[in-house]
């Protein structure tokens, strides 16, 4: 037994072919793999069967999620998970497709026999509590979306203050080099939006997918607008509704437990959509896109906020999470920014500026799990040891896929233009970011304001 890792990780790099990427502990105390590499703890033979029930992603979730794996003491889980993601995009690892006569040959053989001599064979553990079952109905009917955002978004707003912190804003903060702080640089990304919308007083917002209702508040309060936020987590909407109350808006804004599908008394003069559109789902973006683009006025904008995925290689089928999936977001899709566009168009919309948030979203995950790490113990009183740990794994996880620019999050401006084709924006980018509240011009075909007629030139005021 003294040589049990040894034994396991020799069998394991002769059936896949290539090094493992990691050190590795079992419960005996043996340790083998590359000198100086992260170090993963399978505490005990359960950790085992996981791994090989469900090799890869998975199993190395539900072990970690259960606590049948751990981290050596002093290693990161940043360059552990940065390890585990550059071996799983290897090109030998990305192709690997183990038929039987590779588990029944040789070096198949070799892997079963190390098992059995840890003492590890057996049926599959059941997998931890907070893994989700898939819920009944049609993908992305009604229910099945407020059954998958409970899932995610109803595990207590107390826990949600831990890990976001005071702002309650639960999407990329934007880093301005005067953002010193979380909370500075999520109030520099409201009011971006809210700029990029071109608000201002006696607008009425929409605000789909409104978490805790951090954005309505900093609209109204700094806009003057009067706002409508929708949401399908019970959790968020109590707590927004009572930040709302303190805050002494009540008479301007509204929350309501409401399906974006479901709304029907716009028109609305902006739409907001942050964090909210990777729930839609492929088969439902075209009702989402349409839906909105009826709710707006002509000349009204929405600002969509949404992760991104890279496209796939040709002939490459596209590659879900399984951990994301059962764990974090159900039903839960990207698509690439392309796409979006793509979509958003097809409803209607012109699409006018295009902006990458990536590293943003990097700097922000990194915030959130020093934020949850700072306050473990009372983070695992609240949710349990094992949500716990599906969230530090998933943010993290996420922190690098951003970094890697693995995933991308991108905010897309689009105008319902007027039946005149004209999208209400001044001329240039610089002067709708920076003067919200100035009075749009009005554009003429060539895209500068027309002068008036002279009758001398006749009915065609020349545009340069």
């Not at 399908?232 to 599908?261: C, K, N, P």
């Given at each position: ?16 072919g290539v090094p493992v990427p990691l050190r590795v502990q079992v419960w005996d105390g043996s340790v083998a793999g590359p000198p100086g590499a992260p170090t993963v703890v399978l505490r005990n033979r359960r950790a085992l069967r996981r791994l090989i029930w469900q090799p890869g992603e998975l199993g190395l979730a539900r ?100 890990v976001l912190g005071s702002s309650m804003v639960y999407s990329c903060a934007y880093w301005t080099p005067e953002a010193k702080s979380l909370e500075a640089a999520q109030e520099a990304k409201l009011d971006l939006i809210c700029r990029k919308l071109g608000l201002r007083p006696g607008m009425r917002l929409l605000d789909v ?209 007027t039946e005149e084709g004209a999208a209400g924006l001044p001329p240039t980018r610089e002067e709708w970011l920076l003067s919200p509240t100035a009075a749009a011009p009005q554009l003429v075909a060539g895209g500068v304001a027309a002068a008036p007629a002279d009758p001398d030139l006749g009915d065609r005021p020349s545009v340069?």
């Amino acid at each position: 037994m003294a040589k049990l890792a040894g034994q396991l990780v020799e069998a394991l790099e002769g059936l896949l072919g290539v090094p493992v990427p990691l050190r590795v502990q079992v419960w005996d105390g043996s340790v083998a793999g590359p000198p100086g590499a992260p170090t993963v703890v399978l505490r005990n033979r359960r950790a085992l069967r996981r791994l090989i029930w469900q090799p890869g992603e998975l199993g190395l979730a539900r072990a970690y999620v259960a606590g049948d794996l751990e981290l050596a003491p002093g290693t990161d889980l940043y360059e552990t998970l940065s390890a585990v993601a550059r071996f799983a995009e290897r090109p030998e690892i990305r192709t690997l497709a183990l038929g039987p006569r590779d588990v029944l040959g040789a070096k198949g053989r070799r892997v079963l026999a190390a098992v059995l001599r840890a003492g590890a064979v057996g049926l599959d553990p059941e997998p931890p509590r907070e893994e989700v079952r898939k819920a009944d109905g049609r993908l992305h009917s009604r229910s099945r979306d407020r059954a998958a955002i409970s899932h995610h978004y109803d595990v207590g707003n107390d826990f949600y203050r831990i890990v976001l912190g005071s702002s309650m804003v639960y999407s990329c903060a934007y880093w301005t080099p005067e953002a010193k702080s979380l909370e500075a640089a999520q109030e520099a990304k409201l009011d971006l939006i809210c700029r990029k919308l071109g608000l201002r007083p006696g607008m009425r917002l929409l605000d789909v997918g409104c978490g805790w209702g951090s954005l309505l508040l900093h609209a109204a309060k700094h806009y003057g607008v009067t706002a409508v936020g929708v949401s399908i987590s019970r959790e968020q909407v109590a707590l927004a509704r009572a930040r709302i109350e303190e805050a002494g808006l009540s008479d301007r804004v509204e929350v309501r437990l409401q399906d974006y599908r479901e709304i029907a008394d716009g028109p609305f003069d902006a739409i907001s959509s942050v964090g909210m559109a990777e729930h839609v789902g492929s088969e439902q973006y075209r009702v989402y896109a349409e839906g909105l683009y009826r709710m707006l006025v002509p000349g009204g904008r929405l600002l969509n906020h949404q992760i991104a995925r890279r496209p796939d290689l040709p002939g490459e089928p596209h590659r879900t999470s399984p951990f994301i999936d059962r764990y974090v977001f159900p039903d839960g899709e990207l698509s690439p920014v392309g796409s979006t566009v793509a979509r958003l168009e097809e409803a209607g919309f012109e699409v006018r500026d295009v902006e990458s948030l990536r590293e943003h979203y990097g700097l922000t995950l990194r915030e959130w799990v020093a934020n949850l790490e700072a306050r473990w113990t009372e983070a695992v009183r609240l949710v349990g040891r094992g949500r716990a740990r599906v969230w530090r794994l998933y943010m993290a996880a996420s922190a690098l896929a951003f970094e890697q620019n693995r995933i991308g999050i991108n905010q897309v401006l689009a105008v319902r233009s007027t039946e005149e084709g004209a999208a209400g924006l001044p001329p240039t980018r610089e002067e709708w970011l920076l003067s919200p509240t100035a009075a749009a011009p009005q554009l003429v075909a060539g895209g500068v304001a027309a002068a008036p007629a002279d009758p001398d030139l006749g009915d065609r005021p020349s545009v340069r």
